[in-house]
T-cell receptor, first 116, second 111 residues
Framework: GAVVSQHPSRVICKSGTSVKIECRSL??????MFWYRQFPKQSLMLMATSNEGSKATYEQGVEKDKFLINHASLTLSTLTVTSAHPEDSSFYIC????????????FGQGTRLTVV | GDSVTQMEGPVTLSEEAFLTINCTYTATGYPSLFWYVQYPGEGLQLLLK?????DKGSNKGFEATYRKETTSFHLEKGSVQVSDSAVYFC??????????FGAGTRLFVKA
């Protein structure tokens, strides 16, 4: 089945630095990727939709200058958390939509970001 | 707009107990319905799905039936195990690619 690979799985960074999270579709092409954020014991909050070859679409309330999304190819989308602060610490998950009606989405393994 | 409502957790059960996690949805059209499971520190993985009314999805002893008349997709398992401890998400997809998730229900199973 389709596989989405997300790296790194865990990252600790200092306040003020930037962190890049990669999401790759390994055996299929994904023109769209979704980026979610999950706070402890809470559901997934959709942050943005990444579109290959065009600008990402951000959900209301998400700072596009802080969370930079690039979809450089049909198999790679990246999320860069710029000038990270402790409140950005969270679990970030990417997903590729199903490949047709009734097919499930495919999720990366998630990235636990801790900003100290 | 489309939405998914599932029972709040956490749910704590003893091993071999019966599990029900309620899920209802609101959607225009005919959505596909899913249950995803998230084990600690991991991403989500599909548990089961149903794509049309009266379909029953099943996997690993879990079942859910797509009930259009009650707009529900309740998750059940006859005998839970400690290894079933996880967060369960009910979700729908109306065919527009975007998946809409419920809030998630955390399940703890005690030995």
């Amino acid at each position: 089945g389709a596989v989405v690979s997300q790296h790194p799985s865990r990252v600790i960074c200092k306040s003020g630095t930037s962190v890049k999270i990669e999401c790759r579709s390994l055996d299929f092409q994904a023109t769209t990727m979704f980026w979610y954020r999950q706070f402890p014991k809470q559901s997934l909050m959709l942050m943005a939709t990444s579109n290959e070859g065009s600008k990402a679409t951000y959900e209301q309330g998400v700072e596009k200058d802080k969370f930079l999304i690039n979809h450089a190819s049909l198999t790679l989308s990246t999320l860069t958390v710029t000038s990270a602060h402790p409140e950005d610490s969270s679990f970030y998950i990417c997903s590729a939509p199903g490949q047709g009606k009734g097919t499930e989405a495919f999720f990366g393994q998630g990235t636990r970001l801790t900003v100290v | 707009g489309d939405s998914v409502t599932q029972m709040e957790g956490p749910v704590t059960l003893s091993e071999e107990a019966f599990l029900t996690i309620n899920c209802t949805y609101t959607a225009t059209g005919y959505p596909s319905l899913f249950w995803y499971v998230q084990y600690p520190g991991e991403g989500l993985q599909l548990l089961l799905k149903a794509t049309k009314a009266d379909d029953k999805g099943s996997n690993k002893g879990f079942e859910a039936t797509y009930r259009k008349e009650t707009t529900s997709f309740h998750l059940e398992k006859g005998s839970v195990q400690v290894s079933d401890s996880a967060v369960y998400f009910c979700a729908l997809d109306t065919g527009g690619f975007k998946t809409i998730f419920g809030a998630g229900t955390r399940l703890f199973v005690k030995a």
